[in-house]
T-cell receptor, first 114, second 111 residues
């Protein structure tokens, strides 16, 4: 099993461009999450999903959109990229979302907006 | 005040040393706590959960002090491979993903 797969690993965008960060999982987990991590900081939740067709905002959703049409995929869309969105983005999953569960992370996407 | 605060370090210790990190949290309703390990430019990985009674996993011991609202991680007999950033994580509700991460404590173990 691949676990949680993120693509691309690296990307450079110009201000105002848009892109989609892909996240797919083969663990049949219901809950999926997008985090961003700025240098020297912890992770901040952007959006999350408790199942196909259901998404909700996290702590820092502005400038991003998500969709969850299948259990496996949870893409993150950046519209009108800004330098403030330069960060490392991590996708994660948990099976049921319980408070004691382990988060399974993808290997991350490093995004620079210039 | 941040919800979760950690001493950023860096902690530089020799191999074989014992080192301890603390993490304070501000919400007394926080329910679950964890330590994650993050290697440079890699994804975080769960190191251990933190139980109220304290718990040990090999050279690692985690403790929770609800009265003073902090958790701790003790690493004994440090190895070079322990060099990493250690993230304190707390969950106030029941959704694992709606976690609050500390900014991390960096540990460097030197020969």
């Amino acid at each position: 099993n691949a676990g949680v797969t993120q693509t691309p690993k690296f990307r450079i965008l110009k201000i105002g461009q848009s892109m989609t960060l892909q996240c797919t999982q083969d663990m049949n987990h219901n809950y999926m999450y997008w985090y961003r991590q700025d240098p020297g900081m912890g992770l901040k939740l952007i959006y999350y999903s408790v199942g196909a067709g259901i998404t909700d905002k996290g702590e820092v959703p502005n400038g991003y959109n998500v969709s969850r049409s299948t259990t496996e995929d949870f893409p993150l869309r950046l519209e009108l990229a800004a330098p403030s969105q330069t960060s490392v983005y991590f996708c994660a999953t948990t099976k049921t979302g319980g408070g004691g569960e382990k988060l399974f992370f993808g290997s991350g996407t490093q995004l620079s907006v210039l | 005040r941040k919800e979760v605060e950690q001493d950023p370090g860096p902690f530089n210790v020799p191999e074989g040393a014992t080192v301890a990190f603390n993490c304070t949290y501000s919400n007394s309703a926080s329910q679950s706590f964890f330590w994650y390990r993050q290697d440079c430019r890699k994804e975080p990985k769960l190191l251990m959960s933190v139980y109220s009674s304290g718990n040990e996993d090999g050279r690692f011991t985690a403790q929770l002090n609800r009265a003073s609202q902090y958790i701790s991680l003790l690493i004994r007999d440090s190895k070079l491979s322990d060099s990493a950033t250690y993230l304190c994580v707390e969950i106030q509700g029941t959704n694992a993903g709606k976690s609050t991460f500390g900014d991390g404590t960096t540990l460097t173990v030197k020969p």
